[in-house]
């Protein structure tokens, strides 16, 4: 069974930085696409970066382009999810999940599992 642990959320003034961590495990997550999403109160849970394991390529929203960066470590079985230049607008429940599929997915609906997500809130 697939199991997501996000971690690392938190409270920081804007500016500021986080890391968030998806520690995956129960499959063998070579072939597989991982993504962060977010979502904040009354608003729908929006895409914000991807990675295919195999190969690294990623994928960014635009709100979030040079100032995030989603990275894995083979190794631990782990997503990153660097988050720099924060805005109070960034604030959110952060969500990883995984992709079976081996390509690029940005639709909350084209992931199979999810992790229990964690909080970010940026202060002003």
């Known amino acids: 069974q697939v199991q997501l642990v996000e971690s690392g959320g938190g409270l920081v003034q804007a500016g500021g930085s986080l890391t968030l961590s998806c520690a995956a495990s129960?499959?063998?997550?070579?072939?597989?696409?991982m993504g962060w999403f977010r979502q904040a109160p009354g608003k729908e849970r929006e895409f914000v970066a991807a990675?295919?394991?195999?190969?690294?390529?990623?994928y960014y929203a635009d709100s979030v382009k040079g100032r995030f960066t989603i990275s894995r470590d083979n190794a631990k079985n782990t997503v990153y999810l660097q988050m720099n230049s924060l805005k109070p607008e960034d604030t959110a429940v952060y969500y990883c999940?995984?992709?079976?599929?081996?390509?690029?997915?940005?639709?909350?609906?084209?992931?199979?599992?999810w992790g229990q997500g964690t909080q970010v809130t940026v202060s002003s």
């Open positions: 999940a995984a992709d079976v599929a081996f390509r690029i997915a940005t639709m909350a609906a084209e992931y199979d599992y």
């Open positions: 129960g499959r063998t997550f070579s072939s597989y696409t």
């Open positions: 990675i295919i394991w195999r190969g690294g390529n990623t």
